[in-house]
């Protein structure tokens, strides 16, 4: 004989809050783990293809230049599905990307500067579409190179809000 009948059901309650914290701390861990394979990458040093789907047969979504700024939404099994700065995505090979930072230039012009900050010397412009090599960061501005297109090699300091990438 029970002296407290309402045990049985306080374990019950006391066991299932337990097991929901443990799956709910458990979900958790998965959801930061996938969050942190999100990121940029950019193209390697040859053009690439981004696909429709994860295979080598699959039909291309859109070729892209060396350098090319990528934000992978998804890793599996040697592919990323990528999307790039104008909405487009699809899926490109792992050994098609590099980790190295790289921006592209997002608004119509952007002013390249001397130093980082506004009231430093304009040193060229930048038009939409430039692809950008980052030297170093410091701060909302980017030290960069141009690399596409190739016939402009500037360098320079870009505020982050111009580009795309990072």
């Not at 429709?52 to 090319?68: M, Q, R, T």
């Not at 002013?111 to 960061?137: E, F, H, M, N, Q």
Request: charged fraction near 20%; include cysteine.
């Amino acid at each position: 004989m029970l002296l407290f009948p309402q045990t049985g059901a306080m374990c019950y309650n006391y066991c299932m809050h337990k097991i929901k914290t443990v799956i709910f701390i458990i979900l958790c861990f998965v959801f930061i783990a996938s969050a942190a394979e999100a990121g940029f990458v950019s193209a390697g040093t040859q053009e690439a293809f981004i696909k429709e789907n994860p295979s080598l047969k699959s039909d291309v979504v859109a070729g892209i230049p060396p350098y090319y700024p990528l934000y992978v939404l998804e890793k599996t099994k040697g592919w990323y599905r990528v999307q790039d700065w104008m909405g487009t995505e699809g899926w490109i090979t792992a050994s098609d990307v590099t980790d190295e930072l790289t921006l592209i230039v997002s608004k119509i012009n952007a002013t390249l500067r001397s130093g980082p900050g506004t009231r430093d010397a304009k040193a060229s412009t930048l038009y939409r579409g430039y692809i950008l090599k980052v030297i170093k960061r410091t701060g909302a501005w980017y030290q960069v190179k141009v690399v596409d297109p190739s016939e402009d090699t500037s360098e320079g300091w870009v505020h982050g809000s111009l580009v795309w990438g990072d």
